[in-house]
């Protein structure tokens, strides 16, 4: 079983920091692309950043230049740095990954969701 979990969500004010992390569990042979998506009250669920296994990214216009996204593949964690958060950063903030089992099946896995609260 393939587990996803999020951490480092939380309430920060206008202007300031946070660090999310995604630690991707289970019987893993492989991951690919490893993102972070987010979705706020009555909105559509948007793609905010995502990784390659060779480290290659792409983020959305609205976080470019404030967000990072990086990975650590020893540990199948994938990392959010956020500066400079706005008011409309808040969200419920996901994890994504595409991962190959060691059974050789390719799957796309969600985690949780983690809380971003930024207040202005």
């Known amino acids: 079983q393939v587990r996803l979990v999020e951490s480092g969500g939380g309430l920060v004010q206008a202007g300031g920091s946070l660090r999310l992390s995604c630690a991707a569990s289970g019987s893993i042979l492989s991951i690919n692309v490893m993102g972070w998506y987010r979705q706020a009250p009555g909105k559509q669920r948007e793609r905010v950043a995502r990784i390659t296994s060779g480290g290659i990214t792409d983020y959305a216009e609205s976080v470019n230049g404030r967000f990072t996204i990086s990975r650590d593949n020893a540990k199948n964690t994938v990392y959010l740095q956020m500066i400079s958060l706005k008011p409309e950063d808040t969200a419920l903030y996901y994890c994504?990954?595409?991962?190959?089992?060691?059974?050789?099946?390719?799957?796309?896995?969600w985690g949780q969701g983690t809380q971003v609260t930024v207040s202005s």
């Open positions: 994504n990954a595409d991962i190959q089992d060691i059974m050789l099946r390719y799957q796309n896995y």
